[in-house]
Nanobody, 120 residues
Framework: VKFVESGGGLGQPGGSLSLSCLAS????????MSWYRHAPGIESELVAW????????EYIDSVVGRFTISRDDAKNTLYLQMNKLKPEDTALYYC??????????????WGQGTPVIVSS
């Protein structure tokens, strides 16, 4: 199992960034997928998840209306569109399987993450 996150960088408050996660080593289309973030000094949190088949998505309250999770099963790729960025979105963003941190489908193999820094 392997995840390669990309697309992070420096964003301005109110701006946008688009993250991607290329997954391999497992049947991507059959798994729920999630984005997590880890900010310095703050416990890692699950930001959003999407079901297999793309029928259901869920977000933490702080990103509702601003972030959109999506997937392209043909490309084994998970996306996170981040709009209306806020400084508190600054974190290292990761993807993984499952819809909950304790789900049995979560892989112990994490990618390197992609950094998002929101600052003017």
């Amino acid at each position: 199992v392997k995840f390669v996150e990309s697309g992070g960088g420096l964003g301005q408050p109110g701006g946008s960034l688009s993250l991607s996660c290329l997954a391999s080593g497992f049947p991507f289309s059959t798994y729920f997928m999630s984005w997590y973030r880890h900010a310095p000094g703050i416990e890692s949190e699950l930001v959003a998840w999407i079901s297999n088949g793309r029928e259901t998505t869920e977000y933490i309250d702080s990103v509702v209306g601003r972030f959109t999770i999506s997937r392209d099963d043909a490309k084994n790729t998970l996306y996170l569109q981040m709009n209306k960025l806020k400084p508190e979105d600054t974190a290292l963003y990761y993807c993984n399987r499952g819809a909950h941190p304790s789900a049995s489908s979560v892989s112990s193999s994490w990618g390197q993450g992609t950094p998002v820094i929101v600052s003017s």
